[in-house]
């Protein structure tokens, strides 16, 4: 049974601040996907990682995969307020097109 | 982008009732999902659907049920509502590997 793991659960940090959320996995996948939720909100895609070795990069925001080791991260550098939001990996299942989702980490980031 | 809707987006309810959760999407995608969130938490899959006339239960135990007669439409019944059911409903469709997510329905029991 595939299960994704998050760390941090929740994350308060300071704007301008560096920070890497870590997303692991329990079994072989070649998809790992980052979402965004804001409060109240839907899910946005932010990045589709589809080989070991990845990485993605939109604005202040960058994401890896290592699919030897398992792990996904999502580093934030030098944060701003407008990051505020909850981030989620989702991890494609072998077969199908289904997704599990890690529980998510909240991050507030601070003026 | 996908066009992906969903209606209502806030519903309550009292106990017993029969609702029936609206999904259409206009992007022609075949593969359509429904999850199950409680505010703060992970989602999990409870119904999804891989084509017309095709529609298999998620990881989660639902007490809904689905159908998918067009392509575009992808609707969710509870027979009777229970406050169990509380919870948001997110609907996704995807055309290759990544899903798009609609705007959900915040559920309310009462």
């Known amino acids: 049974e595939l299960k994704v793991e998050q760390n941090p659960l929740f994350l308060s940090m300071q704007e301008g601040k560096n920070y890497t959320i870590y997303c692991n996995y329990s079994?072989?996948?070649?998809?790992l996907y980052w979402y965004r939720q804001d409060p109240g909100k839907s899910l946005e895609s932010l990045f589709v990682l589809l080989s070991n070795g990845a990485v993605k990069q939109e604005g202040r925001l960058m994401a890896s995969l290592d699919t030897k080791a398992r792990l996904s991260t999502l580093h934030i550098t030098a944060a701003v307020h407008d990051l505020s939001a909850t981030y989620f990996c989702?991890?494609?299942?072998?077969?199908?097109?289904?997704?599990?989702f890690g529980a998510g980490t909240i991050l507030r980031v601070k003026s | 982008e996908a066009d992906i809707y969903q209606t209502p987006r806030y519903l309550v309810i009292g106990t017993g009732k029969k609702i029936t959760l609206e999904c259409s999407q206009t992007m022609g995608h075949d593969k359509m999902y429904w999850y199950q969130q409680d505010p703060g938490m992970e989602l999990h899959l409870i119904h999804y659907s891989y084509g017309v006339n095709s529609t298999e239960k998620g990881d989660l135990s639902s007490e809904s049920t689905v159908s998918r007669i067009r392509t575009e439409h992808f609707p969710l019944t509870l027979e009777s509502a229970r406050p169990s059911h509380t919870s948001q409903y997110l609907c996704?469709?995807?055309?290759?590997?990544?899903?798009?997510f609609g705007p959900g329905t915040r559920l309310t029991v009462l």
């Open positions: 989702a991890v494609g299942m072998e077969y199908g097109n289904k997704l599990v």
């Open positions: 996704a469709s995807s055309g290759g590997r990544v899903q798009f």
């Open positions: 079994t072989t996948s070649d998809r």
